[in-house]
């Protein structure tokens, strides 16, 4: 099946309870397809409930609520057109301080659990020959300091994207990347509070290391917040990945994303470490 926004399809979209998961689904859906959304609460699905979108109750860490989305998949009499990875955390913090745990959640949601969602549909999807999104983010492609764990999960998002594509083109199911910059959405404001509670417990050797640093990243993380693209916006190029009939293998979204990626390609590493300190100076607290 060649997937179109001419004739309706069925795509899944996790992650979907708000930002640009929420946004995706409904672009979808006013492009005329049907929708299975994956949200953690009922309220958040009834929020996006219509004729066309069936909210599912997904957490993607865990495996029986995975195997209820496969079966509610199956239920349906649409082929599935394409599955979107878009479930995911941020939580900023230094290697030095971020917790074992908090590295496992990190991979838990933004790795492992689309790995899982993955291949619980992929007999669907080849079936169709559909389409896997896998939701990445030029911190997938860049690491920031204190972006450790989140770059790490999308790193290996990346890298398992390109190997999946590779398989699966014979077999007439298509992968693509998205990798979002700054967005306006919740998720940066949950990982502020969790980075700010982490940097509450440190040391005051690692408060002498890595305060000031800490400091700069919040601050950046409002300035995305207030300046970042809407997920409405993100979310018509999400769906351009999802439906296009010949799409790109990677789309980035907004112009701080494809200016990083163009740097994390053409750069030496060395230029690219003072391109990021000089654009956290600014942000230190005066006393640095």
């Known amino acids: 099946m060649t997937t179109s926004t001419e004739s309706a399809s069925l795509f899944v979209v996790t992650g979907a ?6 946004a995706t689904v409904r672009e979808l859906a006013a492009r005329g397809h049907h929708v299975l959304a994956g949200v953690r609460r009922a309220e958040d699905g009834r929020a996006l409930q219509s004729s066309t979108v069936r909210p599912v109750i997904l957490d993607i860490t865990e495996p029986e609520q995975i195997a209820d989305l496969a079966a509610a998949v199956e239920a349906e009499d649409l082929p599935l ?8 955390i941020a939580v900023n913090a230094p290697v030095e301080v971020m917790p074992l745990a908090e590295w496992r959640r990190q991979f838990d949601v933004n790795f492992f659990g689309h790995i899982a969602v993955t291949q619980a549909l992929l007999p669907a999807l080849l079936r169709s020959r559909g389409r896997v999104v896998m939701m990445s983010s030029v911190g997938g492609r860049l690491a920031q300091p204190t972006y450790g764990a989140y770059s790490g999960s999308k790193f290996a998002l990346e890298a398992v994207s390109d190997s999946l594509r590779r398989e699966l083109a014979p077999h007439g199911v298509g992968v693509v990347v998205v990798e979002p910059g700054a967005v306006r959405t919740e998720m940066v404001g949950r990982g502020g509070v969790t980075a700010r509670r982490l940097s509450s417990e440190m040391t005051q050797d690692q408060q002498r290391r890595y305060g000031g640093l800490i400091h700069a990243i919040l601050a950046q ?6 300046d970042g693209v809407t997920a409405d916006t993100a979310a018509k190029t999400i769906a351009v990945a999802a439906t296009r009939p010949r799409p790109r293998t990677r789309y980035t979204i907004g112009r701080d994303a494809a200016l990083l990626t163009r740097l994390a390609r053409f750069l030496p590493d060395r230029a690219i470490d003072r391109v990021l300190t000089r654009a956290l100076r600014p942000l230190y607290p005066a006393a640095e």
């Open 17 to 22: 309870s708000t930002g640009m998961g929420a």
């Open 81 to 88: 057109a394409a599955l979107i990875n878009n479930a995911g």
């Open 221 to 226: 993380s409002e300035g995305f917040l207030r």
